[in-house]
């Protein structure tokens, strides 16, 4: 089970940290990722980290402003975002998968089995 927080309303160049608590059958977690959906839109990737951290992967659109981390002794996950903007609106999703990605894999939502219930972020303008 995944659990995430953090959302709320920012200004544009704001920042914002969105965290996934993760509970229940963690132990063969592998990567993680965030994903994001804005009104009317479909889900579409942010971000994703392997299990040691030290592989991240961000989309281009995300790249530079926010930094995905882990912490694995608390089964938490982090999304630090800043420099905002009105595009960044949406709600944010965590999402699990206990398979092995490559470089080239695990950047569509039907690679993750598990998923968190979502967090709204709202900046304005």
């Known amino acids: 089970q995944l659990q995430a927080s953090g959302g709320g309303l920012v200004q544009a160049g704001g920042s914002l940290r969105l965290s996934c608590a993760a509970s229940g059958r963690t132990v063969n977690i592998y990567h993680m990722a965030w994903f994001r959906q804005a009104p009317g839109k479909e889900r579409e990737f942010v971000a994703r980290?392997?299990?040691?951290?030290?592989?991240?992967y961000y989309a281009d659109s995300v790249k530079g402003r926010f930094t995905i981390s882990r912490e694995n002794a608390k089964l938490t996950l982090y999304l630090q975002m800043s420099s905002l903007t009105p595009e960044d609106t949406a709600v944010y999703y965590c999402?699990?998968?206990?398979?092995?990605?490559?470089?080239?894999?695990?950047?569509?939502?039907?690679?993750?089995?598990?998923w968190g219930q979502g967090t709204q972020v709202t900046v304005s303008s």
């Open positions: 999402a699990a998968t206990t398979s092995f990605c490559s470089a080239y894999e695990c950047y569509a939502q039907g690679d993750y089995e598990y």
């Open positions: 980290i392997n299990w040691s951290g030290r592989s991240t």
